[in-house]
């Protein structure tokens, strides 16, 4: 296989459609089959989603394709991509590696939740799930039944980061992806079946400008900005970890646009379930389209238990999030792995077993930050939640800053340029990418750093 890090030992991606798939899905997860949903439900449905589509092909372009172009050119991990730029923005490198540090643990924590409610419609008791929320929260106040679902998971992304990139990560993108849209398609066009669909179809796809003010605007803006964000595996260090692992042949600029259209397009499904999904069960109710993150353990249930079917429809959603989740804390996983292996000079095994501690250790505080230490806050946070912020809030929009200062100031927009025409004969996005890099993300980047104080998103 051909691969300009080849001679280093560092192995890649054997194709196009492989890095393709890889890094979709990567983007591709709770972000969207979750999160996306419930804010799309919460701020106003078509206008969320117009205003969303218009971030995700200037600022998440901008920021992904500037991402993946330093992975290529360095051909490092994200710690000595920063450092090999510039040596004063090593510091950066080691702030962005912490992320999924942070973040793998909790994600494996949630991903176990996910499989809980897999588990419990397969076996058909899918029904015991609905109800008032005391089936979730009656679940995360155990201590063993959430570690163990917790571990499962956690076991489950070890086993494909150790099988490497090309034999682990790019051949269960190759079979997951696919099989991930097949499900949300057809759950998707089920729901919209239903009676009372319409409505929600209506409130999801047509923006709606009366009572559209100032301060719901920017709260609107901000809120999708973040959601980009999340959904893009943006500042995580793992577009540069997949562009270290990408062909110098393959069209840089192309693969960013066709990732953008399968994370977006996964996002825009997933609304397409839960929405009208909500709307059915609830009448319209505007409360419960604001239920906000218990959407999907608590809210959906209902939905699931009030359908025709809705027990395999129940298990079938679930398998979808159960899947988008595990694409994305494998490539969180194979972040931390890549970083580990490039330091300390290890083998993917030993490597992979260190970082599978580390998620232990750190995945069980969350575990238990729900039951046995529910008592125990970090500036009134419970463990999960914390972690949640401090890397959301705080420490990707940080690394997106600096990251828009190095490239946009330091060494020029003309660095992911010169990597960018490598592969193309013109570059048809630099306009976009100087004017984004230099100006209006580094503007996104205070606003999302600055939202949480001063307004309650």
């Known amino acids: 296989m051909a691969h300009q890090n080849e001679a280093a030992g560092k192995s890649g991606f054997g194709s196009k459609i492989g890095f393709v798939l ?78 999924p540090v942070i973040i793998t643990p909790y994600y494996c924590v949630i991903g176990g939740w996910v499989l809980k409610y897999l588990t419990a419609f397969v076996t058909g008791n899918g029904t015991a799930a609905a109800g008032d929320g005391s089936y ?14 917790f571990i499962i998971f956690l076991l489950l992304t070890a086993v494909v980061v150790v099988l490497g990139v090309e034999k682990g990560i790019e051949r269960i993108s190759k079979l997951l992806m696919p099989l991930l849209i097949l ?24 923006p709606n400008f009366k009572g559209f003010t100032g ?34 042949e393959d069209s840089l600029e192309q693969s960013v646009r066709q990732i953008e259209i399968f994370d977006t397009a996964i996002a825009f499904l997933a609304g397409l379930i839960i929405v009208p999904a909500v709307f059915v069960f609830s009448g319209g109710d505007q409360a419960a ?8 353990f608590i809210t959906l249930p209902n939905v ?41 000079k290890m083998k993917r095994l030993p490597a992979a077993l260190i970082t599978v501690l580390i998620c232990l250790l750190l995945g069980m505080l969350s575990v ?25 809030n705080i420490m990707m929009p940080i690394v997106a800053l ?23 004969k013109k570059f048809s996005g630099r306009l976009l990418l100087s004017v984004m890099i230099r100006f209006v993300c580094p503007v996104c980047m205070i606003i999302i750093l600055l939202t949480p104080f001063v307004t309650d998103i």
């Open 289 to 296: 389209l604001k239920a906000g993150p218990s959407l999907m």
């Open 215 to 248: 301060t719901t605007f920017l709260k609107t803006i901000a809120a999708a900005m973040g959601q980009l964000f999340y959904s893009m595996s943006i500042a995580m260090g793992i577009m540069v970890t997949y562009g270290s692992y990408m062909r110098k």
């Open 304 to 344: 699931f238990a009030s359908m025709k079917g809705g027990q395999i429809v129940g298990a079938a959603f679930f398998m979808l999030v159960a899947l988008a989740a595990l694409t994305s804390s494998i490539s969180l996983m194979e972040t931390v792995v890549s970083i580990i292996m490039e330091k300390a």
């Open 22 to 99: 890889a890094a979709a899905g990567s983007a591709v997860g709770l972000g969207n089959i979750w999160r996306f949903p419930y804010l799309a439900a919460k701020y106003g449905g078509g206008i969320f989603l117009l205003i969303y589509l218009i971030l995700a092909v200037t600022f998440g372009f901008a920021l992904m394709l500037t991402e993946i172009a330093i992975g290529r050119r360095t051909g490092k991990s994200v710690i000595g991509a920063y450092s090999s730029i510039n040596k004063k923005f090593s510091p950066l490198g080691w702030l962005a590696a912490f992320v």
């Open 136 to 149: 979730f929260t009656g679940f995360i106040s155990q201590t063993a039944s959430p570690s163990v679902f």
């Open 368 to 392: 238990l930050g729900y039951s046995a230490w529910d008592k125990v806050t970090v500036i009134g946070m419970q463990f999960l939640d914390f972690f949640d912020f401090i890397s959301n």
């Open 183 to 206: 499900l949300t398609v057809g759950i998707a066009v089920y729901t919209l079946t239903l009676d009372g669909a319409a409505d929600g179809l209506k409130y999801y796809l047509l």
């Open 402 to 424: 600096l990251t828009c200062i190095l490239i946009g100031w330091v060494v020029k927009p003309k660095y992911i340029e010169e990597e960018v025409l490598v592969s193309e």
